[in-house]
């Protein structure tokens, strides 16, 4: 069997249905194969979305997502997008064409050393020097993306490996299967912290979603009446409106959270890594209180200065460990304070005014809410507005880019999660700053029949950005006004054959998002918002400026 066709059925045989690609010479042979393959080739538009279109079908399915680039240029636009699935644990097998293995470190036409540039950003590595290697650098990396703490694996492929001819028997070859080692000694201590804690806390982060351990988390908090305070990537780990559920700290967090972090006396971290996005000299709890971390990557643990007891394990493994040995109890003052600090956290308002205010657009997405509407955002203030005010009520039905705060990642993630959920509504919170960056996809949402929503957060501005020079840089706007020159984005969409809305008023919000989500074609609801509404609180960089700088709106 050829090489290329080798690849495909490797794939196929791992249930892989769907790959995000981009053509060019060095794999030309894998996309001939295709065209004979059950596996479906989106084409994308430029190769940074196909790794950002994977992650986000990974993280709404919950499986590998698989992208494929040409060598050179095609290798090097794929970095970006498979950095931004590293920082979040998200697992995906990346595909990148090379040039002949006797012409390496000759400088051909389009070779980069795409090995090194992967290194750093991925959990292994392979270049493929001889075909016989092929079943098991897919195979070991199909385990290797998702055990142990999950990440992108990329396979490197020389163009003559891949028109060689394999043995079809190599096709079923065994391999040793990948597990990773766990320590559960320290259980029984967490668990006596646990039950001596009168003020317990749990920290959910990406690791419950990663691991599909929500319902382990919720009955841990259930058990104990601990409240949970989520990082950006454990969104959807309980449900917004559950009477525990104190939504994220961080920079940009709702009160609630970050008061229940002052109070604690028992922080119960789990599968979160304690990042400076979450974690700050605003955030820091108690010196008195102590950690309890479960975490499956050995690296993290430890992190904390407070941790009394460290869990290596994966987060549904360690949760059930727990829950087999603590007994019901419940802290009636704590449940008090819990209960009112959740009281005067009122975030989700509608607020009606002109210019129309971001508050008000969430409180119309949240009306639309179900279980089968996926949420992507981009990066800055619409990410935060969104993160602050949606009413999330799963796992996987939030993504978003956080360790490394791609703008761009949204709109083909959405593009992604819709080909993974094909019966979902998928809706983008954009900013125009991040959808400029990848409005080429519109032609790869219609191409491929994929009707994605995009919710555009207009301001004419990097309102990140903006508002820090607002607040930290006495106003000074430098390389942030957008407004001198935007096109018209509905009319763009129309010009790709999607669709789209102007909204100028906050009476059209709900009926613009409605038509959106009804829509059999990829649409825009183009929503001119406030310039000057800042997302808030906000904790500066440095304590000293401010405790906390302003507070939700009311």
């Not at 320290?186 to 001596?196: E, F, G, Y």
């Not at 987060?315 to 109890?329: D, E, S, T, Y």
């Not at 809706?427 to 994929?450: H, K, Y």
Request: net charge negative.
């Amino acid at each position: 069997m050829k090489g290329s066709r080798a690849l495909l059925k490797l794939l196929e045989d791992r249930g892989v249905d769907t790959m995000f690609g981009y053509p060019g010479g060095s794999v030309i042979p894998i996309f001939d194969e295709l065209l004979d393959s059950s596996i479906r080739d989106i084409l994308v538009r430029h190769e940074q979305c196909a790794a950002h279109m994977a992650d986000g079908y990974a993280r709404a399915l919950g499986k590998p997502g698989v992208c494929l680039a040409t060598s050179g240029p095609g290798a090097t636009n794929l970095v970006t997008g498979v950095a931004t699935a590293y920082a979040d644990s998200s697992p995906m097998i990346v595909l990148t064409g090379q040039v002949m293995s006797g012409a390496l470190g000759m400088g051909a036409f389009q070779e980069v050393d795409c090995f090194s540039l992967m290194m750093p950003i991925t959990k292994h590595n392979y270049r493929l020097l001889d075909i016989e290697h092929l079943p098991e650098a897919v195979s070991s990396g199909w385990q290797l993306c998702q055990t142990g703490r999950p990440g992108p694996v990329h396979i490197d492929l020389p163009l003559d490996t891949i028109n060689s001819d394999m043995d079809e028997k190599l096709l079923n070859s065994d391999f040793p299967i990948i597990t990773v080692q766990e320590d559960l000694r320290q259980v029984p201590l967490a668990v006596d912290l646990i039950m001596k804690a009168e003020r317990p806390l749990i920290l959910a982060g990406g690791g419950v979603i990663g691991s599909n351990s929500a319902p382990e988390l919720v009955t841990l908090a259930e058990t104990i009446w601990a409240p949970v305070v989520t990082s950006l990537m454990g969104i959807g780990s309980i449900p917004d409106e559950h009477p525990l559920a104190l939504g994220c700290p961080g920079m940009h967090g709702r009160t609630s959270a970050l008061k229940a972090l002052k109070e604690t006396d028992l922080l119960i971290a789990v599968g979160s890594r304690f990042s400076d996005r979450t974690f700050s000299n605003h955030t820091e709890i108690q010196p008195t209180a102590k950690v309890v971390h479960i975490d499956i990557d050995p690296v993290e643990l430890g992190k904390h200065k407070l941790t009394a007891a460290s869990i290596k394990a994966d987060v549904k493994v360690g949760l059930r460990a727990i829950l087999q040995h603590i007994r019901q109890q419940k802290h009636d003052q704590w449940a008090q304070k819990v209960a009112s600090i959740k009281a005067q956290c009122c975030c989700e308002r509608d607020i009606d005014q002109i210019p129309i205010v971001p508050q008000k657009v969430m409180h119309e997405i949240n009306k639309l809410m179900n279980d089968k509407l996926i949420i992507t955002t981009e990066v800055g203030q619409n990410q935060m507005w969104a993160s602050h005010h949606l009413k999330i009520q799963r796992p996987r039905q939030f993504i978003s880019s956080g360790g490394f705060g791609t703008m761009g990642f949204g709109f083909p993630a959405a593009i992604g999660a819709k080909a993974a959920k094909p019966d979902h509504k998928v809706m983008d919170v954009a900013g125009d700053g991040s959808l400029l960056m990848v409005i080429q996809e519109l032609a790869t949402a219609v191409a491929e029949d994929l009707p994605v929503t995009v919710c555009l957060l207009n301001n004419g501005w990097l309102g990140m950005v903006k508002q820090w020079q607002k607040l930290f840089w006495d106003k000074r706007y430098s390389g942030t006004q957008l407004y001198r020159c935007m096109p018209d984005f509905v009319a763009l969409a129309k010009s790709f054959g999607a669709d789209g809305v102007h909204v100028d008023r906050p009476s059209e919000v709900a009926e613009a998002l409605q038509m959106g989500l009804d829509s059999d074609v990829p649409f825009i609801v183009d929503i001119k918002v406030d310039p000057e509404e800042d997302i808030l609180p906000m904790l500066p960089p440095n304590p000293a400026i401010a405790p906390i700088m302003g507070r939700c709106r009311f």
